[in-house]
């Protein structure tokens, strides 16, 4: 109970700063999993303004998607210019853990000029664990919401016009509080969690463990021949040297999760036969 009082107090404080950006309060980053679904619980018992957006990938989980229309009507859907398939081309390579265009283009482009409400918590990735509370995108970092400057850090933001401040207040939250959370408010959460799925971001997410991209090619082998489209049209270019022109294997060697140089040499042992 500690936390979630604590997380409401500091959404009614941030409050301020998101109308000094926008008039409709904070922008609220909706991904229909459970940690966006807690902050939006929090904006309501908080009594706060806001708009809630979700990002269409263009390899969204169907499941999230009329999870979200039929318990979310509220959430505004915003669409892209230019859909997972054709970044692969545009990129001339498929988006890695080190180097995830994707996001960039589907999702971190929205928000801009506004505080952005996230779900981010430090007990989700090793990355995560170094994310702060309050961060000024593209900018320097702030610690906490008490020590961000309001006044030094809206003239940076007003400036470039394109940039945001990204305000995480279940950061150190722990699944177990989140899930607490869920079921003590008894809220519906996206039918994935109980069917294997820690996180349901995208189909074949570059951060997704091995074992979620198994599950990924059995339930939508559709994805999967899309991508591999884009990948043929690489492989006619020139741009994936190194497996001599074979789709199936460039896709499985992407979602292993592996260096290219593991992968191979993994695959050489395989084929070694001993007498």
Request: proline share 3%; hydrophobic share 35%; with cysteine.
């Amino acid at each position: 109970m500690n936390k979630i009082n604590t997380a409401i107090e500091k959404i009614r404080k941030a409050e301020r700063l998101a109308l000094e950006y926008q008039d409709y309060g904070f922008y609220l980053a909706f991904s229909g999993g459970k940690d966006s679904q807690v902050v939006y619980e929090l904006c309501k018992m908080a009594g706060v303004k806001f708009r809630a957006y979700y990002n269409v990938t263009t390899i969204d989980y169907p499941e999230v998607v009329r999870f979200i229309r039929e318990y979310y009507p509220d959430v505004v859907f915003l669409r892209p210019k230019m859909n997972f398939y054709k970044l692969i081309i545009k990129y001339k390579s498929l988006p890695m853990i080190n180097r995830r265009y994707c996001c960039k283009e589907l999702k971190e482009y929205s928000g801009k000029n506004a505080v952005v409400l996230t779900g981010i918590r430090r007990a989700e990735s090793n990355k995560r664990a170094k994310r702060n509370e309050l961060e000024l995108y593209g900018h320097k970092y702030s610690d906490t919401l008490d020590q961000f400057n309001i006044d030094k850090e809206k003239q940076i933001v007003c400036v470039n016009g394109n940039d945001k401040i990204l305000f995480s207040p279940i950061i150190n939250w722990e699944d177990k509080d989140v899930w607490n959370f869920l079921r003590t408010k008894k809220m519906k959460y996206c039918q994935l969690y109980d069917e294997g799925y820690r996180r349901v971001g995208c189909i074949f997410c570059p951060n997704s463990s091995p074992k979620t991209k198994k599950l990924d090619r059995i339930r939508y082998p559709k994805v999967e021949q899309a991508i591999k489209q884009s990948i043929k049209i690489l492989c006619n270019e020139g741009k994936l040297p190194g497996f001599k022109n074979n789709v199936d294997e460039i896709f499985d060697w992407w979602i292993s999760n592996k260096s290219y140089k593991v992968y191979k040499a993994e695959k050489l042992n395989y084929i070694i036969k001993f007498d």
